[in-house]
């Protein structure tokens, strides 16, 4: 045993205490395995109300018999609600307790171990993000979290997200049902197509703040914002133009690697029954069912931990207000935000839930080629021009020098403006061209040229 | 300790992508294969290299391997079988000839070897993103050039089948002119 640890010493996050690492890690996977069946009565009972209706309301109802002799007078006969916050216990038992089917069709070793694939980059996804200050000397969260404070942390992010699509294509083919594996093909595309632009749009933040560390990424973002010193506004990556723009695509391109609605087509259950989880039953199901919950879980953290702050509760920096006074207001502020850091960072982790609900509630499922243009016209040409306009404001950063703040700020709008309305003209033109070709007709479609007939060499 | 563990189930791995008759398992072998040979990167100090890896290998490249296998649907009963041929052999002795060739390379400079030789902080990004932007900025440019021309060239070759409004307004073009037809 102490031979392997001393082996393993050549990684470099695992020179400490072996035990605490097991805590980090544990500390990493009970929160998200205890908060999913919160998500799942949060996202019934939200997408209730915004869809007008009551929802799970009925679990975790208390009432006293009006004859029990055990009770006070006074409370015979009372009811308590609480809006239904045991469903997901209801929900988890019913799953336990269904008959689970193997189909026979099916292709046995695959079809078994693609759930625990799905499962296993939602929870390895979290690993390199901060849930404290890990960088402050003397704080407990600097042992605690991250698992791994690698120096490779947002490409590790990104090459454990692009081993999600494996558990859905596997378990597509593995059925043996013409469905699942179209749910599971259409997936392996999606996520291929939208990982480019969310690349992108991370190395615009990773050029901005010069690490590709998270918790460093976290620290920058504590600056003052947009580098004027005397701010007492922290530098958050989403008030920032480039940032913005990073942030809008990294949450399109979020939502669709999570495979939620209006990016659900791998299991869109009008056109494919259930896609790729149709022949599931059970635990298996379930096991999906909660991949897919722990994957939005940890991608809000990132979203949070890139763009909006990491584990500070309000853009605010408490730190420059309090300055050296070591009591008043300000710095009782700044020492709730350090010591209270996870539970911020969890309340921005529900945010991020909460808008994937309000989306699904909102926004009706893409057409295929919809999603295809948005990912690929769209997405990726914007993400490739904000690279280009961060980079150009950090070489005028490095002309100008710290004197000229306003001047570098100044100059990364102009080229933001330039570059967007260029993109606009071209995206234009290339969508009007295409726009004839590309609709599809669904009442009595025009007959076309059939395809053989462009090749004009082969067909002379 | 680690490092041989590893290497030692990915070189079952890599048996199996060659042993199976599943054109998915063995598609599913080669990216356990990859995924382990990023782990072995990570236990050599060569983090980046071995996150690219996986980026690349595991997360992109095996993935349309798989939606190809998937939509040619080689999987399952139309397992490919070998007849028996003489040019197995001979193949046999090529790959073997190949094989000493490399290891006599490989094997010689590491005996002896039994810590990692590489400095603590050689594969970070840091590192690696001078050296590339400094000294090796020459091939780096032109490797990225021919990677740019191979894009254009997948692209011109996949475009050829795609109705295009260029491509239907030169023909229209040419049948006005009478040309073509």
New interface residues.
Partial sequence: ME??FT??Y???WTRDNPWLMGARVLLLILPILMLVPGFIWWERRLLSWMQDRIGPNRVATLTIKKDATWAPKFLRGSKWSFWGLLQPIADGVKLFFKEDITPIAV?KA?YFIAPAIALFPAFALGATMPFGPAHKAGSMYALLTPVAD???GV??M???S??G??GI??GG?ASNNKYS?LG??RS??Q??SY?LAMGVALASIVLASGS?RMSDMVDVQQGPLWGISNLPIQNWFIFTPFGFLAAVIFLICMIAETNRAPFDLPEAENELIAGYHTEYSSMKFAVYFMGEYAAMFVFSGIFAAVFLGGYNLLPIRWDALAGTSSSGFFHAMDTLNVVLAPLWFVGKMMLGITFYIWLRATLPRLRYDQLMNLGWKSLLPLATFNFIGVAAWLYAKSILGPQGTWMSLAVMVGTLLVLLVGYGIITKRSND??F??RTVDMVDPTP??S?E????GA?? | ???GAIAGVVALASLGVVAFNNA?RSA?CL?LTF?LL?VLY????A??LG??Q??VY???IM??F??VI??LNL??INAVMQKRDPKIIFGGVLGFALFSLVAAQVLLPLQGVTT?RAP?DFG???YLGSALFSNYVWPFELASILLLIGIVGSILLAK??????A??A??AE?AERGV??
């Avoid at chain 2, 050829?160 to 409004?165: A, F, G, Y």
């Fill in positions: 031979g392997l082996n393993l050549a990684f470099e292709d695959i690698v120096p490779i490409l590790y990104m090459a454990i692009s081993l699509v494996y294509v596997l083919y594996l599971g093909l392996s595309a996520l291929i990982e590709l061209k295409d004839a070709h076309r040229r395809v007939l462009v090749d004009t067909a002379s | 300790m680690a490092f998915i599913l990216v995924f990023a990570f236990t050599l100090n983090q980046f996150i690219i996986i980026v595991t997360g992109a993935v349309l798989l939606f998937m939509l999987g399952g990692v603590d970070k990004p840091e050829r089948r795609i109705l295009s409004p491509m239907d030169l023909n040419d073509g037809e």
